[in-house]
């Protein structure tokens, strides 16, 4: 975090920080990074609200107002609500990494309420559209290897519900090639994903046609340079399918997974089951697909019932 502006004591402690989340907390370097930047915009405002780059002890006596100024400045700036919510759980998981390793703690930090979020409601595709993605993923590019790699990707995103960083995430040696698959999900917590036989399929198309054979320690996702597949190359991906297909902008690789729970939904499923297989630690999370269905549900009623004609 060399950007922040820190005394020396803090500026070891942020490094501390840093590797106390990639190697205890198994924090993702993509969460690292975010979380980095989070606290590198706190800390350059704490230097414009004190007037010099603070250490630790300058941080242990913040007030609430000063804390309540930052997130007002913050939101005069154009932050959304979600953005301000996630700099000060940054900011909190820091001051509580400071404590609990005999730093001192600041007590002020606890009386800011979190902004209230809005309630938001996952965007899955129609059936049809998640089979169009599919389909046309094996037209995006003109190699034959990386198009099968597409639609291995979309496939195994929609056919096991998975995140984006837990297909990225796997490694050759691990590709399913019997009815689960074994993911690591939020947390580093593992569990288990049963693999449709179309799953399998796409994959051993993908990887008989890959040119890179990175062995089994070696990333299953591989990117045109024979490095491991970024998330933001998929993005791309996606957004070219999108344009071709005429789809919303919602249509994301996460709505392949919101698509593969509400389709389950949708098909009698139970929401524990659901649950279990998205890696969700609280049930209230996957509920918000009931949400989904119920909209469902009335739009189809008020489409076939006739009284809705009149």
């Excluded at 691990?174 to 288990?192: H, I, S, Y």
């Excluded at 796409?202 to 591989?222: K, M, V």
């Amino acid at each position: 975090m060399s950007a922040a502006k820190a005394a020396p004591d803090l500026r070891r402690a942020l490094d501390d920080w840093q590797t106390w989340l990639a190697e205890e907390r198994q924090a993702s370097p993509h969460t690292i990074a975010a979380y980095a930047q989070d606290m590198t915009a706190f800390l350059d405002a704490v230097t414009e609200h004190i007037g010099e780059a603070p250490g630790i002890a300058a941080l242990l006596d913040l007030r609430t107002a000063d804390f309540r100024a930052w997130l007002a400045r913050k939101g005069q700036d154009g932050l959304s609500r979600t953005s301000l919510a996630r700099a000060l759980s940054t900011v909190r998981g820091f001051f509580r990494y400071l404590e609990r390793h005999g730093h001192g703690a600041n007590a002020h930090l606890g009386a800011l309420r979190t902004p209230r979020l809005p309630r938001s409601v996952p965007r899955p595709l129609a059936e049809v559209e998640a089979f169009e993605v599919i389909a046309g993923a094996l037209t995006l590019d003109e190699r034959p290897w990386i198009a099968k790699r597409d639609v291995a990707l979309f496939t195994m995103l929609y056919g096991c519900g998975l995140r984006i960083g837990e297909a990225l995430g796997l490694n050759r040696g691990e590709a399913p090639r019997r009815d689960v698959v074994l993911v690591r999900g939020k947390g580093n917590k593992q569990r288990q994903v049963p693999v449709l036989p179309a799953v399998r399929e796409a994959l051993a198309e993908y990887l008989a046609a890959c040119p890179f054979d990175p062995g089994a320690d070696g990333p299953l996702f591989i990117g045109a340079r024979g490095k491991r597949l970024s998330p933001r190359e998929v993005q791309r991906q996606m957004a070219r399918l999108r344009a071709r297909l005429g789809l919303a902008e919602t249509a994301t690789p996460h709505a392949l997974r919101h698509s593969f729970a509400t389709h389950l939904l949708a098909a009698g499923v139970d929401l524990r089951a659901i649950q279990e297989l998205l890696g969700h630690a609280s049930l209230s999370t996957t509920q918000r697909y009931t949400e989904i269905a119920d909209e469902q549900l009335l739009a189809a009623h008020s489409a076939a019932h006739p009284r809705a004609k009149i």
